[in-house]
């Protein structure tokens, strides 16, 4: 069973920075696309960030545009989420999801779409 190993969570200030990274534990495992979702207490899991592993395109959620940056390397088969200006609001557990089935026309942005998780990370953003 692959599992998804995800790091770089923790407490930050407004207006800090956090990169998440998130990779396959077994290297052989052939990542299609992977993406960010994210839970806040008493809400439910949203899309944050996808992107299609072979054209490298990418989608994020309207309330983090311009202040998050999805990346992946596909030599190490790992993604990224590269967080800036946080705010309160984005304090949340962070999960990286991945897929290896169809390749898609467009970066899934569903839940339902990809078939593997990670653990979540928690992020906290202090005011």
């Known amino acids: 069973q692959v599992q998804l190993v995800e790091s770089g969570g923790g407490l930050v200030q407004t207006g800090g920075s956090l990169t998440l990274s998130c990779a396959p534990s077994a290297r052989t495992f052939k990542v299609v696309a992977m993406g960010w979702f994210r839970q806040a207490p008493g809400k439910e899991r949203e899309f944050v960030a996808g992107v299609s592993w072979s054209g490298g395109s990418t989608v994020y959620a309207d309330s983090v545009k311009g202040r998050f940056a999805i990346s992946r390397d596909t030599a190490k088969n790992t993604v990224y989420l590269r967080m800036d200006s946080l705010k309160p609001e984005d304090t949340a557990i962070y999960y990286c999801?991945?897929?290896?089935?169809?390749?898609?026309?467009?970066?899934?942005?569903?839940?339902?779409?990809?078939?593997?998780w990670g653990q979540g990370t928690q992020v906290t953003v202090s005011s």
């Open positions: 999801a991945a897929d290896s089935g169809p390749v898609f026309f467009r970066v899934r942005t569903y839940s339902s779409e990809y078939d593997y």
